[in-house]
């Protein structure tokens, strides 16, 4: 708890992983407003362990969604990871939920993107005026999502799919992403390659 001891942490705040808090610092870390910039992935790719998200998310608790040192950058595979690793905890379905009856996808989805514009200090996200246009749009002819209606559709995306359902990106206004191909994606994948080669000399 030496943070929030030494710290005037507030909502300014974004705790990386965090995923070793004691109760105590799981209920002070709610209550301050700052964000838990959560990795699920890599704690389960590094058997790091598994972040208190019902607990945290009941007291009010703020969450964002990142990568660390993994080499997967899927959105839709950390917020699956995130949920099923308090089901295996606590060996029962749908945890992150808002209530009765709603979409698990729906509220990850919200609470992730609501602490990550707080994380990113922006006043303003969703499809609203004097937001940033960022979109994803996924791709409509994939038959997991044709049959699918609402917030069917976020949960068969996160718990189904991931990435590969991913058609388009727009950030700020000007896609990068279409028909699923980014638009430098041969320089990109290019100079990883060397990269890579590089370092494992």
Not at 8 to 16: K, T
Not at 73 to 102: F, H, I, K, M, W
Request: hydrophobic content about 45%.
């Amino acid at each position: 708890s030496y943070l929030l001891d030494e710290f005037a942490v507030d909502e300014r705040w974004c705790a990386i992983h965090a995923t070793h808090m004691t109760t105590e610092e799981t209920v002070r870390l709610a209550k301050s407003g700052a964000v838990a910039g959560l990795c699920p992935a890599t704690e389960a790719n590094l058997g790091d362990g598994i972040y208190p998200a019902t607990d945290f998310m009941a007291l009010g608790g703020r969450i964002g969604i990142g990568t660390d040192s993994h080499v997967a950058t899927s959105v839709a595979e950390e917020l699956r990871v995130l949920e099923y690793g308090q089901r295996l905890r606590d060996r029962r379905r749908n945890r992150l939920v808002s209530g009765p009856g709603a979409s698990v996808g729906r509220t990850l989805i919200e609470a992730s993107l609501a602490g990550g514009s707080q994380a990113a200090g922006l006043r303003t996200s969703g499809i609203r005026v004097g937001a940033r246009a960022d979109l994803v749009v996924l791709d409509v002819a994939n038959p997991f999502i044709v049959a699918a209606k609402d917030d069917q559709i976020l949960d068969r995306w996160i718990f189904a799919l991931g990435s590969e359902a991913v058609r388009d990106v727009m950030v700020r206004g000007d896609f990068v992403v279409q028909e699923g191909r980014h638009w430098a994606e041969e320089r990109i994948n290019s100079d990883f390659a060397r990269a890579l080669k590089r370092i494992l000399q």
